[in-house]
């Protein structure tokens, strides 16, 4: 079945170091995206990529960083410099149009500074 | 740009109770709305989509929603709660242009016997 893994589940980061987090689909959608999820704040977009080699920053893309070298793989990193990183993180992908079809998202990655 | 506002952080219905969930959006054309559940520590699952046609749709589990333009609405419906519809949802708006979806903050249902 076609679907996005997101990888791995829990994951804990002390202070000062960077972190990445996994997110890959094999439903050969062209976009992808990364929101991330506080309580009470609903989910707020962090990066999103149209296309392989290319990425936008979304409302809160300071201490985040991207890449998207292959369609299936968009792959998040938190740098030491998110100055409150603990949050629950949500891998997303659409077909071209998402706006049209919505999303399908992964089950999730949550990240624990400890 | 699109928002979104989900009025009722909180709401909590006996089973087999009606149900109704709001959400009003903002946005200057014909919005692209749609309707998401997360069960806790999971991923989003769409519930229902609207962007054209008939106001009153129909989705998964038992739900529709339907679009009121003129109160820049699309409410969540269900005629009879079941316990396992205990869950946070969430409402999103899209616009056209490839720009991503906007979503609410939530709406955390709880259901009680």
């Known amino acids: 079945d076609g679907g996005i893994t997101q990888s791995p589940k829990y994951l804990f980061r002390k202070e000062g170091q960077n972190v990445t987090l996994s997110c890959e689909q094999n439903?050969?959608?062209?976009?992808m995206y990364w929101y991330r999820q506080d309580p009470g704040q609903g989910l707020r977009l962090i990066y999103y990529?149209?296309?392989?080699?290319?990425?936008q920053k979304g409302d809160i893309a300071e201490g985040y960083s991207v890449s998207r070298e292959k369609k299936e793989s968009f792959p998040l990193t938190v740098t030491s410099a998110q100055k409150n990183p603990t949050a629950f993180y949500l891998c997303?992908?659409?077909?071209?149009?998402?706006?049209?079809?919505?999303?399908?998202f992964g089950s999730g990655t949550r990240l624990t500074v400890v | 740009a699109q928002s979104v506002t989900q009025p009722d952080i909180h709401i909590t219905v006996s089973e087999g109770a009606s149900l109704e969930l709001r959400c009003n959006y903002s946005y200057g054309a014909t919005p692209y709305l749609f309707w998401y559940v997360q069960s806790p520590g999971q991923g989003l699952q769409l519930l229902l989509k609207y962007f054209s046609g008939d106001t009153l749709v129909q989705g998964i589990k038992g739900f529709e929603a339907e679009f009121k333009r003129s109160q820049s609405s699309f409410n969540l419906r269900k005629p009879s709660v079941h316990w396992s519809d205990a869950a946070e949802y969430f409402c999103a708006v899209g616009a056209s242009g490839n720009t991503p979806l906007v979503f609410g903050k939530g709406t955390r249902l709880s259901v009680i016997a």
């Open positions: 439903l050969n959608h062209d976009a």
């Open positions: 997303a992908s659409s077909r071209r149009g998402g706006e049209n079809y919505g999303y399908t």
């Open positions: 990529s149209q296309i392989v080699n290319d990425f």
